[in-house]
């Protein structure tokens, strides 16, 4: 297994707020979580929010308890949509967010997306209210039937502290949800890690070559190492000495 | 809804009933090998305050040290290996790493060092290991098990310093470490290693409840056959959880109780040992409870349980260990006047079966 993670925390303006988030997830056992600004993609006009660099909403992370690590923070963009608009993923504007996900609104575009993806479930819902509580079971259900306990992810999307819950809390809701104890617990922790992971090559080409912007702005900017370093023995082009 | 919800994790229950006096007892293997001990509770039943003898071993628990941030190939260092793995008893395990989310670490007296690791870092380490036997679907977890007492494993050979290379310069693991040494005399072998870090030494903390009014099965005859072992460890688990088994409808919808038949005993006492403690005090303590039982008492019966660590990479012997929902791996020794006992060994579902 590996760490637990929540990957869905409602961002708001409420910088107190957001803190109290961050520190009742580290509290809860929880090592990475991601925070989630919201971009609507039908109405017109409408610009992709930039997220607070996370130093700037807390400048000492808090550890996680009962590890000596503090929590990792991530930024992720929900696009919801409703048709099937174009969506450039690999935007500039995209590129400040370490998770993108998208929101269908419709079933049309469910079925568009649902190859290779990881789903999820949310569950603060069904702690506000107990007709939502109704519909997240009977759809996790669904969806777990579907999935047959695969690809899906277990979240909060918390808007306050007290909406969040513990990561073995939530492992036996995925049991409630039809899994099984092995996938319940993974809901929250390797399948939050390959999502995290997925993210991450983004960034990169094909998930292999990962380039850097150098400090003097050279044209080519494939990371390419110096001649003195200590390059394995395989690879050292060969020195022609005279 | 499905029909597994009214399942619980799966767990494991064994239970032995022998005496101190039979040949073939196993009671002494079956302690030896827990080597990784975190609590130790002991339920004295018509008592308010423990003998002179039984307090003076409890007070006698071996010390151990706590090592913040230790780079782990200083347990591969030739002086540690010779002054301590090699001559003694050397406990260690990693502290607040939890062994479903982090690396951790592990040190059995007879040398074997075992690191359970995630996937990342095992790959980094480049040493040659097992997947876990609880990976689910993917295989996120392994499993890298050393003999340092191993002629391969000797200071200079390629096993010793591929290792040392890994954990030196390719993972560079570091973790708080609880650290004992048995025989205690020879403490100073650890001082080498100790003066380079930060380390500070504690004693096992010492709790004790006097309890009134408790009821308790019946066991005033070691031939217990109404009681079930899972009522048994359920009832000694609330008792020393301090859970009121009354069940009573105005208190909290507690649905444990007490095992028929049943008996009140008007005063118990309840003493628990925490820390890192060793195999060998526990034996003693067994010993000392059987000399206390040898007097008469009201009620003549003593229940002592040990609790493994929970994050311990290994559980009994070397075999491997990890959390599910719990990690509990602890058994239960309910010892009778007679010198007979009952042995309860309990494990959770990621576990194997305790011998």
């Known amino acids: 297994m590996s760490v637990f993670m929540d990957l869905n925390l409602s961002y708001t303006n409420d910088k107190s707020r957001m803190q109290s988030l961050i520190e009742t997830a580290a509290h809860l056992g929880y090592s990475t979580v ?209 | 809804m499905r029909a597994e919800l009214d399942q619980t994790p799966r767990s494991l229950l064994v239970s032995e009933r022998s005496s101190f006096r039979d040949q073939k007892t196993r009671i002494r293997a079956q302690v030896e090998q827990l080597h990784f001990n975190y609590k130790v509770s002991v339920l004295l039943p018509e008592c308010c305050s423990a003998p002179p003898h039984l307090d003076s071993i409890f007070n006698t628990f071996n010390s151990f040290y706590l090592i913040r941030n230790l780079p782990v190939y200083e347990l591969l260092d030739k002086n540690f290996l010779e002054t301590a793995v090699y001559q003694g008893s050397v406990y260690g395990v990693s502290y607040r790493t939890r062994i479903d989310e982090d690396n951790c670490v592990a040190l059995t007296p007879k040398g074997h060092l075992t690191l359970s690791l995630d996937k990342d870092s095992f790959e980094i380490l480049g040493v040659e290991g097992k997947p876990s036997r609880f990976n689910h679907r993917t295989k996120c977890r392994f499993v890298v098990s050393v003999d340092l007492t191993d002629s391969s494993m000797a200071p200079g050979g390629r096993g010793y310093q591929r290792l040392l290379t890994g954990l030196r310069s390719r993972l560079q693991l570091k973790t708080d470490f609880l650290l004992s040494h048995y025989p205690a005399n020879t403490t100073t072998s650890l001082q080498a290693l100790l003066s380079r870090y930060d380390w500070s030494e504690h004693r096992p903390q010492i709790s004790r409840h006097t309890l009134t009014d408790l009821s308790c099965p019946a066991l005033l005859t070691s031939d217990l056959q109404s009681c079930d072992p899972h009522s048994f460890m359920e009832w000694v688990g609330a008792v020393d959880a301090n859970v009121s088994c009354e069940n009573s409808s105005s208190s909290f919808l507690s649905s444990l109780v007490c095992p028929e038949p049943r008996t009140t005993v008007s005063r118990a006492l309840s003493v628990s040992v925490c820390g890192l403690l060793l195999p060998h005090d526990v034996h003693r303590l067994i010993q000392e409870i059987r000399c206390y039982l040898e007097q008469p008492h009201l009620e003549s019966w003593v229940c002592l349980t040990v609790h493994g660590y929970a994050d311990s990479p290994v559980s009994w012997g070397d075999n491997e260990h990890s959390v599910l929902k719990g990690g509990e791996n602890f058994y239960s020794l309910l010892m009778f006047q007679d010198d007979t006992y009952h042995l309860h060994l309990a494990t959770g579902a990621h576990d194997t079966c305790p011998p």
């Open chain 1, 34 to 242: 991601a925070i989630n600004y919201t971009y609507e993609l039908t109405i017109k006009k409408s610009k992709v929010p930039v997220p607070t660099p996370i130093k700037d909403l807390m400048e000492k992370l808090p550890i996680v308890q009962g590890r000596c690590r503090p929590i990792r923070v991530l930024n992720r963009l929900t696009v919801v949509m409703s048709e099937q608009c174009h969506f450039k993923k690999t935007g500039r504007e995209f590129s400040a967010y370490d998770l993108l996900a998208v929101q269908p609104a419709t079933e049309k575009l469910f079925h568009a997306v649902e190859r290779g993806i990881m789903f999820e479930v949310s569950y603060s819902a069904a702690i506000r209210d107990s007709t939502m509580r109704r519909y997240t079971i009977a759809n996790a259900v669904s969806l777990v039937e579907t999935c047959k306990g695969k690809n899906l992810i277990l979240s909060s999307a918390a808007e306050k502290p007290l909406e969040l819950r513990g990561p073995y809390d939530i492992s036996n809701l995925g049991l409630l949800f039809g899994l099984s104890d092995g996938d319940a617990k993974e809901a929250v922790s390797s399948a939050c890690r390959s999502v995290v992971l997925h993210g991450e090559t983004r960034k990169t080409a094909g998930g292999i070559v990962h380039t850097m912007k150098c400090c003097s702005e050279t044209p080519d900017q494939q990371e390419a190492p110096p001649a003195d370093c200590e390059a394995p023995a395989a690879k050292r082009a060969k020195q022609l000495t005279e």
